[in-house]
């Protein structure tokens, strides 16, 4: 019998873009940005989209708000991308729901289908099944579909810890799920990163 938790979204918006050098949230993507893309994708999967953002809050609010997303705000994002991820979950807990699909504002939207199909897979998958990760090309990406479970793993682990470490030592709660969608594992740091899909 498939699983059937509480979806919220959470994409993770709180980085500097020292490398990229203007904020990556804002680069405009398809007629929308980075952020207004991911919100109206993800926003179809789950019950509502939280956006976790930094010193950066207030450039990103007017995208939320248009989006009717919600907004949080990491007290400590120099601790780094962990710590966002903490207070993002840890909201998510708070308004009640009990699974995140987590994705990075600084990589091109997953396709619809893909978030379908992850999340799909996640539903079916036996209770021992923390999370289902995408892969593409040999490669772990983004984003992520986890239960309950996962999201005690990360808030109980230290604020300067790593999504990844956690992830590992997890193993075999993790299900690694093919995707015929490269944009999962892409990043996009710099100027050319960003021409790079855009040309």
């Known amino acids: 019998m498939a699983r059937a938790p509480s979806f919220a979204a959470l994409i993770l918006a709180a980085g500097e873009s020292t490398r990229m050098g203007r904020e ?3 680069l405009p993507w398809h007629g929308s940005t980075f952020l207004g ?3 109206e994708t993800l926003g179809l999967h789950a019950d509502f989209v939280l956006v976790v953002a930094g010193k950066n809050y207030q450039a990103l609010q007017p995208i939320v708000d248009a989006n009717g997303a919600f907004l949080a705000v990491n007290p400590e994002p120099e601790l780094g991308q962990f710590s966002s991820l903490q207070t993002g979950l840890q909201e ?3 308004r009640g729901r009990d699974a995140a699909i987590v994705a990075l504002v600084d ?3 997953a396709q619809s289908q893909t978030i379908a199909c992850l999340r799909r897979a996640f539903q079916l998958a036996p209770p021992a099944i923390w999370a289902v990760v995408p892969e593409y090309a040999g490669c772990h990406g983004h984003p992520l579909v986890m239960g309950r479970e996962m999201i005690t793993a990360f808030l109980r682990a230290e604020p ?4 990844r470490e956690i992830e590992h ?3 075999d709660h993790v299900r690694y799920v093919a995707v015929d969608d490269p944009f999962t594992v892409v990043n996009i740091d710099t100027p050319e990163d960003y021409t790079r899909i855009t040309e």
């Open 92 to 94: 998510i807990l708070n």
């Open 169 to 171: 030592a997890n193993q």
């Open 37 to 39: 893309a991911h919100i």
């Open 24 to 26: 990556k949230a804002l």
């Open 107 to 109: 990589r091109p939207p």
């Open 160 to 163: 300067t810890g790593n999504a």
